[in-house]
């Protein structure tokens, strides 16, 4: 069973919204620090925001006050809102987990030590 499977991706116009989701296997919501990431063609794989088993959220500054990371542990679904959405938000999306750092105050969109990644759901913005 794949661990996490991204889904929700999609084109919008600038200034639109999407939701993404992350479906997870077993006990992951509850346990891991959990993250979105995102790679734009031709660019770095950058954290987008990350949340703890305790609700803690991060953002990167990129995107704070327009996406909104959220989990329902009782669908061990991982959620990303994305409001306002600009055309440099253009990138395949990818949820993870991390055991390690989870409980910790270094659950942030990092992905050294990463357990698990998703397959990734494209998300295109158009002008």
């Known amino acids: 069973q794949v661990p996490l499977v991204e889904s929700g991706g999609g084109s919008v116009p600038a200034g639109g919204s999407l939701r993404l989701s992350c479906a997870a296997s077993g006990n992951i919501t509850r346990r891991y620090c959990l993250a979105w990431f995102r790679q734009a063609p031709g660019k770095e794989r950058e954290g987008v925001a990350s949340?703890?088993?305790?609700?803690?959220?991060t953002y990167t500054a990129s995107v704070k006050g327009r996406f909104t990371i959220s989990k329902d542990n009782a669908k061990n679904t991982l959620y990303l809102q994305m409001s306002s959405l600009k055309p440099e938000d253009t990138a395949t999306y990818y949820c993870?987990?991390?055991?390690?750092?989870?409980?910790?105050?270094?659950?942030?969109?990092?992905?050294?030590?990463?357990?698990?990644w998703g397959e990734g759901t494209l998300v295109t913005i158009s002008s």
């Open positions: 949340i703890d088993t305790d609700g803690r959220t």
């Open positions: 993870a987990a991390d055991l390690r750092v989870a409980g910790t105050p270094f659950c942030e969109p990092s992905d050294y030590g990463i357990d698990y």
